[in-house]
């Protein structure tokens, strides 16, 4: 048997699966929450919950994460020093130190200025003690990478931080977007690394030993050491391997895959069996990078997602998230007693809802906090409490306390009604605390002046009715349209008319997708078969969809691609060759397309090795193109791309596609026969 052990860290849940590869069986699943301030808990509780005896067969261990997302949406990471040459981005950058440095390089790849050698090593020698990690940027390194080159060597001779070059990472131009993918390359090492050590430790303890592959943002996978390389590539990690994981559950080919998860709704367009790649780059945290992933549409909607009742009184779901009553009441049931204690309903809230609760995670330097901030901190010490209890024992008007620095620092949680408890207080999910849900929603009930299940109904509209509304904005721009549907008075007018058709409007309209919708993830099943119905389209879950981004980390493939670009010389009929490892010029087309395809192939190789494959084909794709011209006979060259890519199949899937990804004059290898 090939099994792979496939791990998907979300934020509120941590899947395991193993899977026999041939066969396409899931033995075991397993699901354990999170735990952020140490993920190898959360990963040891999951892998023990598999109840799995055969850990010694396994053969691959497959991880996806929000990890390297997460932290650059929120600013962590180490302190970066960034080298830029030839160039100063006058835009935002987020490294601590910039030095611009002399040299760079024009589109033919000559240099535009030699570099000072002395300049740069006083430059590397000032930034020894201040940062941990260094990122290289050239001006149009993708053109001639030598530069970039010199300088990582004299980073390597006087400092022994990582150090991390644009030209590595990225082929397309856009040299504040390539800057910007290196330093964030470079503050997520330690954050990868840090995660990898920690599930080594874990299947260390398990008597697991194999190999540890990583998904990357476009669905496929690297191994452990460009992984520890190259982390910026693992940014939609999750998100990619729930569109992996939906794929091969289901053998849909074009579909809406939609998965909801405890803090996000991640939604991808399949088509042809695959998702649309973003070409720009992703944008993670405001920064656009020049890393290609998945066309991914992410929605603060989910399992998790804060329940409010807002200013107007109409309910708010999300886009926060907080932990939900009936979770933390299962571990603290006394909670439930202190959600008895209500607030009056006529008493207005200005910085919390009346269903709030708090609890303790992490200190902090006391420095950080106001004397108030120092006495809640000490009494949630001791166990979550309500806003309730905290205000009478503070003997503190509510509205005189204000929490949301405490959450922002991370020292604490919200605690409040969400999807989940709804779902609870309804009867149609029993995993938790049903009480606490029902006082939950007997209080926000309360002070909206409606029955529980009345409020019930409502609230599981306004989410049913959100994820509508997601779809549809997901497909709008799939067709590159940018128009943001909530933010569009004239759009939701119509909308609104077909999601919550009243008795006495005077016409109907409706929405059709012309595609199913495939659900996973763990709340699917009770929300979104009614969003199809609104949708007039087919759903399909499959089994297993609770843990589908797991499954999409255990069945993905490796893909590793170099690109070469070769262009007209300077001189007629020279030719010059752009690759990331060199410029070279060639006195014939012929000579320096031979050449290209002999080097790309290796270069191929020896991606798809360092990624972690053992038996791949390479797939070739050569295109020159000519402009037409009318003054003179011939067409005129503009230029030859040249592309290899290194595939190397899951088992399942090695027999059933020979020549998929095949294009232009392909020629399949096998990185065996040399």
Same mark, same amino acid.
């Given at each position: 048997?090939?099994?792979?052990?496939?791990?998907?860290?979300?934020?509120?849940?941590?899947?395991? +699966?193993?899977?026999?590869?041939?066969?396409?069986?899931?033995?075991?699943?397993?699901?354990?929450?999170?735990?952020?301030?140490?993920?190898?808990?959360?990963?040891?509780?999951?892998?023990?919950?598999?109840?799995?005896?055969?850990?010694?067969?396994?053969?691959?261990?497959?991880?996806?994460?929000?990890? %390297?997302?997460?932290?650059?949406?929120?600013?962590?990471?180490?302190?970066?020093?960034?080298?830029?040459?030839?160039?100063?981005?006058?835009?935002?950058?987020?490294?601590?130190?910039?030095?611009?440095?002399?040299?760079?390089?024009?589109?033919?790849?000559?240099?535009? %200025?030699?570099?000072?050698?002395?300049?740069?090593?006083?430059?590397?020698?000032?930034?020894?003690?201040?940062?941990?990690?260094?990122?290289? =940027?050239?001006?149009?390194?993708?053109?001639?990478?030598?530069?970039?080159?010199?300088?990582?060597?004299?980073?390597?001779?006087?400092?022994? #931080?990582?150090?991390?070059?644009?030209?590595?990472? @990225?082929?397309?131009?856009?040299?504040?977007?390539?800057?910007? @993918?290196?330093?964030?390359?470079?503050?997520?090492?330690?954050?990868?690394?840090?995660?990898?050590? =920690?599930?080594?430790?874990?299947?260390?303890?398990?008597?697991?030993?194999?190999?540890?592959?990583?998904?990357?943002?476009?669905?496929?996978?690297?191994? $452990?050491?460009?992984?520890?390389?190259?982390?910026?590539?693992?940014?939609?990690?999750?998100?990619?391997?729930?569109?992996?994981?939906?794929?091969?559950?289901?053998?849909? &080919?074009?579909?809406?895959?939609?998965?909801?998860?405890?803090?996000?709704?991640?939604?991808?367009?399949?088509?042809?069996?695959?998702?649309?790649?973003?070409?720009?780059?992703?944008?993670?945290?405001?920064?656009?990078?020049?890393?290609?992933?998945?066309?991914?549409?992410?929605?603060?909607?989910?399992?998790?997602?804060?329940?409010?009742?807002?200013?107007?009184?109409?309910?708010?779901?999300?886009?926060?998230?907080?932990?939900?009553?009936? +979770?933390?009441?299962?571990?603290?049931?006394?909670?439930?007693?202190?959600?008895?204690?209500?607030?009056? !309903?006529?008493?207005?809230?200005?910085?919390?809802?009346?269903?709030?609760?708090?609890?303790?995670?992490?200190?902090?330097?006391?420095?950080?906090?106001?004397?108030?901030?120092?006495?809640? +901190?000490?009494?949630?010490?001791?166990?979550?409490?309500?806003?309730?209890?905290?205000?009478?024992?503070?003997? #503190?008007?509510?509205? #005189?306390?204000?929490?949301?620095?405490?959450?922002?620092?991370?020292?604490?949680?919200?605690?409040?009604? @969400?999807?989940?408890?709804?779902?609870?207080?309804?009867?149609?999910?029993?995993?938790?605390?049903?009480?606490?849900?029902?006082?939950?929603?007997?209080?926000?009930?309360?002070?909206?002046?409606? =029955?529980?299940?009345?409020?019930?109904?409502?609230? /599981?509209?306004?989410?049913?009715?959100?994820?509508?509304?997601?779809?549809? *904005?997901?497909?709008?721009?799939?067709?590159?349209?940018?128009?943001?549907?909530?933010?569009?008075?004239?759009?939701?007018?119509?909308?609104?008319?077909?999601?919550?058709?009243?008795?006495?409007?005077?016409?109907?309209?409706?929405?059709?997708?012309?595609?199913?919708?495939?659900?996973?993830?763990?709340?699917?099943?009770?929300?979104?078969?009614?969003?199809?119905?609104?949708?007039?389209? /087919?759903?399909?879950?499959? $089994?297993?969809?609770?843990?589908?981004?797991?499954?999409?980390?255990?069945?993905?493939?490796?893909?590793?691609?170099?690109?070469?670009?070769?262009?007209?010389?300077?001189?007629?009929?020279?030719?010059?060759?752009?690759?990331?490892?060199?410029?070279?010029?060639?006195?014939?087309?012929?000579?320096?397309?031979?050449? &290209?395809?002999?080097?790309?192939?290796? *270069?191929?190789?020896?991606?798809?090795?360092?990624?972690?494959?053992?038996?791949?084909?390479?797939?070739?794709?050569?295109?020159?193109?000519?402009?037409?011209?009318?003054?003179?006979? !011939?067409?005129?060259?503009?230029? /030859?791309?040249?592309?290899?890519?290194?595939?190397?199949?899951?088992?399942?899937?090695?027999?059933?596609?020979?020549?998929?990804?095949?294009?232009?004059?392909?020629?399949?290898?096998?990185?065996?026969?040399?």
């Amino acid at each position: 048997m090939s099994l792979v052990l496939g791990i998907d860290t979300g934020g509120t849940y941590t899947d395991g +699966v193993v899977v026999e590869l041939r066969s396409k069986q899931i033995l075991k699943k397993a699901k354990a929450l999170t735990t952020r301030e140490d993920l190898s808990i959360g990963i040891r509780n999951c892998i023990t919950n598999l109840d799995f005896e055969d850990f010694k067969n396994i053969s691959a261990v497959s991880l996806s994460t929000t990890l %390297a997302t997460n932290a650059i949406v929120e600013g962590r990471g180490c302190k970066v020093g960034l080298l830029m040459i030839g160039y100063n981005s006058t835009d935002s950058l987020p490294a601590e130190h910039n030095y611009v440095l002399q040299g760079g390089h024009n589109l033919k790849g000559r240099p535009n %200025a030699e570099l000072d050698l002395e300049k740069t090593r006083q430059a590397i020698c000032e930034l020894k003690g201040k940062v941990d990690a260094i990122a290289i =940027s050239g001006y149009l390194s993708i053109r001639n990478p030598e530069h970039e080159v010199a300088v990582m060597g004299m980073v390597n001779e006087i400092l022994d #931080l990582p150090v991390v070059c644009a030209h590595q990472l @990225t082929t397309s131009l856009g040299f504040h977007e390539r800057t910007v @993918t290196a330093v964030l390359n470079a503050r997520l090492i330690p954050i990868i690394t840090e995660l990898i050590e =920690s599930v080594k430790k874990v299947l260390g303890e398990k008597g697991i030993e194999a190999p540890i592959m990583v998904v990357k943002g476009d669905g496929c996978m690297m191994g $452990e050491a460009l992984a520890r390389e190259k982390p910026i590539e693992t940014i939609l990690s999750g998100p990619a391997s729930s569109i992996i994981g939906g794929t091969f559950l289901t053998k849909t &080919s074009d579909a809406l895959v939609l998965d909801m998860g405890g803090t996000t709704t991640d939604i991808a367009i399949l088509k042809n069996g695959v998702p649309k790649i973003n070409q720009e780059g992703a944008t993670v945290g405001g920064w656009l990078t020049r890393v290609q992933a998945a066309q991914i549409y992410t929605y603060g909607l989910g399992g998790d997602s804060y329940v409010q009742i807002s200013k107007d009184g109409e309910i708010q779901v999300g886009p926060q998230r907080v932990w939900p009553l009936s +979770v933390v009441a299962y571990q603290h049931p006394y909670l439930v007693d202190e959600l008895k204690m209500k607030f009056d !309903k006529t008493y207005d809230l200005m910085f919390a809802q009346a269903t709030d609760c708090f609890m303790f995670l992490k200190q902090a330097t006391f420095e950080e906090l106001n004397d108030q901030e120092k006495e809640v +901190v000490e009494i949630l010490q001791h166990g979550p409490r309500s806003l309730y209890y905290l205000t009478q024992r503070m003997n #503190l008007d509510p509205n #005189l306390l204000n929490l949301q620095h405490l959450v922002n620092l991370g020292v604490l949680a919200r605690i409040s009604l @969400t999807p989940t408890d709804l779902l609870h207080a309804k009867g149609t999910y029993h995993q938790w605390n049903r009480e606490a849900a029902e006082i939950g929603v007997e209080v926000l009930a309360s002070r909206m002046r409606v =029955s529980s299940e009345e409020f019930i109904r409502l609230a /599981s509209e306004k989410i049913i009715n959100d994820l509508c509304i997601t779809c549809l *904005q997901s497909l709008v721009g799939c067709d590159a349209q940018n128009i943001k549907i909530k933010n569009t008075p004239d759009v939701m007018y119509f909308i609104e008319k077909a999601l919550s058709p009243k008795q006495d409007q005077g016409f109907d309209c409706s929405f059709k997708i012309n595609m199913p919708i495939v659900g996973i993830g763990a709340p699917v099943r009770a929300w979104l078969p009614a969003v199809a119905e609104k949708m007039n389209t /087919s759903l399909i879950i499959p $089994e297993h969809a609770e843990v589908a981004n797991a499954v999409g980390a255990a069945t993905g493939k490796i893909m590793e691609t170099i690109k070469v670009l070769i262009k007209p010389g300077e001189k007629d009929g020279t030719y010059l060759m752009h690759a990331p490892w060199e410029c070279k010029m060639f006195e014939s087309l012929e000579t320096a397309v031979s050449y &290209s395809l002999d080097k790309a192939k290796q *270069q191929a190789r020896l991606a798809a090795s360092k990624a972690g494959a053992k038996e791949f084909e390479l797939v070739v794709s050569h295109q020159d193109r000519y402009a037409q011209a009318s003054m003179i006979e !011939k067409d005129l060259y503009i230029e /030859s791309l040249i592309e290899i890519t290194a595939v190397e199949r899951p088992e399942w899937e090695r027999e059933e596609i020979k020549e998929k990804f095949f294009v232009d004059c392909a020629e399949p290898v096998l990185s065996n026969a040399g």
